[in-house]
C-alpha cells in the first residue's frame, strides 16, 4: 500500500517542509502509480507539483544550490535500483560439482580408492583414486573460476550498458545526463525507442503512444497526454515525442519494486553440456554394464574353479583378495569408460570462445550464443548503423529543381543566393519545425545539436544556409506533430502561422513523399503542377542520389485552406515538392573484408533496410553483398509474394529495402523454418526488435543506444 492519502487529508511531513518542498515521495509515487487524477488536480496538475517540487517545467531544476541538490537526493532518493548481492566463488565451485559426468567419477574415485587400498595398500592402491580425484578438482576449480570471472564481467558490462544517456532540461538548458543521475523535478525529453528512465508526468508533447507490456503484459499501446499523464519506468516510447517531468526515482518507481521481488535466476546449460551430459551417462551406463557381466563373469570362473577342486564350502583370506582384485577390474572399466577429459574440453573452449568474444567488445548474453554462432548459415544486417557509420552530412541537393553539391559549407552558403528567397524561407521552416533534433546552446556558450544522425544532418545542412533555428521555431506555433516511425516512413508537422493560416510540412522516404505531391516550386520560386517530365527529372535525382549510395529524403509542404483539427490525422496527398537532400553515411572499414570472410566460411550475408532500393544496392555491392546472381527487393513486393514464390525467392534474396519490422521477421522466420538455416540477426534499433528475438542469434548493436533492441 501506498503511504500516500487522500487529497482532504494530505499534510506535507515535517522533514520533507524542512528541506523545501511541498510534497512527499510516498505521495508522489501514489499520483504516478495509481494513476490518480483526483489527487494529482488536488496538488494544482503538472504545473502544481512541479512548483512543490521546485523546479520549473520550461527550465527543468537548478543546480546551482548544491544544499538543495543534496536535500533532494536525502528526501527523494536517486535513480537507482536495489542489487542482489553477487555470488561468491564457493556457490560457483558447488555448481560445477552438480555435473553429472563428474558425480559418477566421484564415486568411481571413493569406490577406486577403497578396492585399491584395501587390495595394495595405501602407497600403491591410492593412485588411481587419487588421480581421479586431481581430475575433478581440476575440472571443477577450471569451470568455477570461468564463470565467476564471467559473473563479474556480466555484473560491470550490464552496468555501463544500463547508463543510458538522455536528453534533460536543467538550468534553462538541454543537456545529455545519465539516468543514474535524474533526480524528481527533471524535465526529459524522449522520442520513439526510448526508454522511461522513472515514473514521472506527461507536461507536453505529441501522439505519444506509450509501450507497457513489460509492466502490466498488455500488448496495445497506451495513448499518453495532458489527460493520462502518467509514465512509468521500464516501459518504452512506441510512437510520438514528449516532455516528462520525474515524481519518482529508483526504488521508489514501480519498475523498482519489481526489481525487488525478482531473484537472479541461474545459467542454463548450453546445448552442447546438455548432450554431452547425455552421452557421459550412456557411455557410464554400457561401462556399468561391461563392468557388472565382467565381474560376474569372473566371479562365475572363481566359483566353478572352487566346484571342481571340490573346495566349494572352504573359503580362505586369498579368495576373498581374488574377488576384490575382480571387483577392482570391474571399476577399472567403469573408470576408463566415463571420459573424464569431456568436461574440461568443453569447459575450456567455452570460457576461451567468451573471453575471445569479450575482448571483441562483444556482450555474450548466454554462453549458448557462443556455440550457436559457430554454426550460423545465414546473417541478416541492418544497413544504417551496422554496416555503416551513421555519421551523417548534407552532400547534395536538388532544391527547385536544380542539383547542387553541398558536401561543404561554403558551398551551402553559395546556394542560398542562387535559390529563391521564398523558396529559402519554406525549406528553412520545414527543416527547423519538421524535426525530431534540437538545436542548443549549452552551458559553455557553444551551439550543439541534438538528435539522430539523419536529423543532425539536416539541422546542420540548415544551418550551413544561414538559418536560425529558434527564430524559425518561435515564428509558428505547432498545432500537431506525427514523429517518424518506420511503418509511415515519414513525418509530420501541422503550424499556424503568425500572418494567419494553417500550413503542414512533411519530409521521408523520398518515393513515398514525391508520390503525396502534385506540385512543385521551380527555379523561379513558382509553384507549378508537378507534370510528367517534372517527376521523371526527380524520379532520375532520386535514383543518381542513390546509386551513389546516398540517402534521400523529400521535403514538401501544403497550405491548409479549408482548416485543420488536431484530432485528424495529417493530409497524405496535395503536396507542394520543395526538394530532395542527398545524404552521405559512409561504410564502416573492414565491412568488405568481414563479408569476403563470412562468404568463404560459408555463410550468406544479407542486408534488410528501410532504405531505398538503389541506396541500399549500391551498399551492397560496395560491401561484397550483392553479387550478380542475387536478387534486391523492396519490402511492399516481398509482402505481396505468395508462399510458393517466396520458397524460389528467399535462398536468392541478397538485398531487402523500404522492408518493415515484420517483413525482416518474415524473412528470417522462413528461412529458419522452411529453409532449416541457423540465422543470426544483428541491429541496433526498435524496428530490429522483432528479427532479433525470432533469430537463433540476435546480435543488438549497442549503438543507437535503443534499449528495446537489446534482450
Known amino acids: 500500500m501506498f503511504a500516500g492519502v487522500s487529497p482532504s487529508d494530505y499534510n506535507v511531513p515535517a522533514e520533507v517542509k524542512a528541506a523545501g518542498f511541498d510534497i512527499c515521495a510516498d ?86 580408492l577403497i578396492v585399491g587400498i584395501a587390495t595394495e595398500g595405501w602407497l600403491e592402491g591410492a593412485h588411481d583414486g587419487i588421480g581421479i580425484v586431481a581430475s575433478i578438482l581440476l575440472v ?103 516532455k516528462m517531468m520525474i515524481a519518482t526515482v529508483g526504488m521508489r518507481t514501480q519498475w523498482g519494486k519489481l526489481m525487488a521481488t525478482l531473484s537472479e535466476g541461474g545459467d542454463d546449460e548450453t546445448p552442447l553440456q546438455v548432450k554431452l551430459n547425455g552421452v557421459a551417462t550412456i557411455i557410464g551406463k554400457i561401462g556399468l554394464f561391461f563392468a557388472v557381466v565382467t565381474f560376474a563373469v569372473l566371479v562365475q570362473g572363481l566359483f566353478s574353479h572352487k566346484w571342481q577342486a571340490g573346495t566349494y ?62 554454426s550460423a548459415t545465414t546473417i541478416c544486417s541492418d544497413k544504417t548503423g551496422t554496416l555503416t557509420t551513421n555519421h551523417m552530412t548534407v552532400v547534395k541537393s536538388c532544391i527547385c529543381m536544380e542539383v547542387k553539391v553541398v558536401d561543404q559549407p561554403t558551398k551551402a552558403a553559395s546556394l542560398v543566393s542562387e535559390m529563391p528567397v521564398s523558396a529559402v524561407k519554406l525549406l528553412l521552416q520545414s527543416i527547423f519545425n519538421n524535426t525530431g533534433g534540437e538545436v542548443v546552446v549549452n552551458e559553455d556558450g557553444k551551439r550543439e545539436i541534438l538528435g539522430t544522425p539523419t536529423e543532425t544532418a539536416l539541422l546542420e545542412f540548415g544551418l550551413s544556409l544561414g538559418g536560425d533555428f529558434q527564430a524559425e521555431r518561435q515564428a509558428v506555433k505547432l498545432v500537431k506533430v506525427e514523429p517518424f516511425n518506420s511503418t509511415k516512413k515519414r513525418m509530420g508537422v501541422v503550424m499556424e502561422l503568425h500572418e494567419g493560416g494553417l500550413r503542414a510540412h512533411t519530409k521521408g522516404a523520398s518515393e513515398i513523399v514525391l508520390a503525396a505531391c502534385d506540385k512543385v516550386i521551380n527555379s523561379n520560386g513558382d509553384i507549378v503542377p508537378l507534370d510528367e517530365e517534372s517527376i521523371n527529372l526527380l524520379k532520375d535525382t ?112 541478397q538485398v531487402m529495402a523500404r522492408s518493415s519490422p515484420l517483413d525482416k521477421h518474415t524473412l528470417v522466420k522462413h ?28 546480435l543488438a548493436m549497442g549503438i543507437a543506444g535503443t534499449e528495446v533492441s537489446l534482450f
Open 671 to 698: 528461412l529458419r523454418t522452411t529453409f532449416g538455416e541457423v540465422v543470426a540477426v544483428t541491429g541496433d534499433g526498435t524496428n530490429d526488435a522483432p528479427a532479433l528475438h525470432e533469430a537463433d542469434i540476435g
Open 542 to 653: 532520386i535514383d543518381q542520389f542513390a546509386n551513389e549510395a546516398l540517402r534521400t529524403l523529400c521535403i514538401a509542404y501544403m497550405e491548409l485552406e479549408g482548416g485543420f483539427s488536431p484530432e485528424n490525422p495529417m493530409p497524405v496527398s496535395g503536396y507542394t515538392c520543395i526538394g530532395i537532400v542527398g545524404i552521405k553515411d559512409p561504410v564502416r572499414p573492414g565491412v568488405k573484408e568481414s563479408v569476403a570472410v563470412c562468404r568463404s566460411a560459408g555463410i550468406t550475408v544479407r542486408m534488410v533496410t528501410g532504405d531505398n532500393i538503389n541506396t541500399a544496392k549500391a551498399i551492397a555491392r560496395e560491401c561484397g553483398i550483392l553479387t550478380d546472381d542475387g536478387i534486391a527487393i523492396e519490402g511492399p513486393d516481398f509482402r505481396e509474394k505468395s508462399l510458393e514464390e517466396l520458397l524460389q525467392l528467399v535462398p536468392k534474396i
Open 27 to 112: 505521495e508522489l509515487g501514489s499520483i504516478v502509480e495509481g494513476h490518480d487524477v483526483k489527487k494529482l488536480k488536488f496538488h494544482g496538475g503538472v504545473t502544481g507539483v512541479s512548483e512543490k517540487l521546485c523546479t520549473s517545467i520550461v527550465d527543468g531544476l537548478t543546480t546551482t544550490d548544491s544544499d538543495l541538490l543534496n536535500r533532494r537526493q536525502e528526501i527523494y532518493g536517486i535513480n537507482k535500483f536495489a542489487e542482489s548481492q553477487p555470488r561468491s566463488f564457493w556457490i560457483f565451485v558447488w555448481e560445477a560439482l552438480q555435473d553429472m559426468t563428474l558425480m559418477i567419477l566421484g564415486v568411481c574415485a571413493f569406490v577406486s
Open 140 to 242: 571443477v576449480f577450471v569451470t568455477a573460476i570461468s564463470d565467476y570471472r564471467q559473473s563479474l564481467q556480466f555484473r560491470d558490462l550490464d552496468t555501463e550498458k544500463k547508463k543510458i544517456i538522455i536528453q534533460v532540461t536543467r538550468n534553462g538548458f538541454r543537456q545529455k545526463l545519465s539516468i543514474y543521475d535524474l533526480l524528481p523535478g527533471d524535465i526529459v525529453h524522449l522520442a520513439i525507442g526510448d526508454q522511461v528512465p522513472a515514473d514521472g508526468l506527461f507536461v507536453s508533447g505529441f501522439s505519444v503512444l506509450i509501450d507497457e507490456s513489460s509492466l502490466t503484459g498488455e500488448s496495445e499501446p497506451v495513448m499518453v497526454n495532458s489527460e493520462n499523464p502518467f509514465m512509468l519506468s521500464g516501459t518504452k516510447v512506441q510512437d510520438g515525442s514528449c
Open 313 to 374: 564350502f572352504r573359503w580362505s583370506g586369498d579368495d576373498a583378495l581374488e574377488i576384490l582384485e575382480y571387483f577392482a577390474i570391474a571399476v577399472t572399466i567403469v573408470v576408463v569408460a566415463v571420459p573424464e577429459g569431456l568436461p574440461l574440453a568443453v569447459t575450456l573452449s567455452l570460457a576461451f570462445a567468451m573471453k575471445k568474444m569479450m575482448n571483441d567488445k562483444a556482450l555474450v548474453r548466454h554462453l549458448a550464443a557462443c556455440e550457436t554462432m559457430g
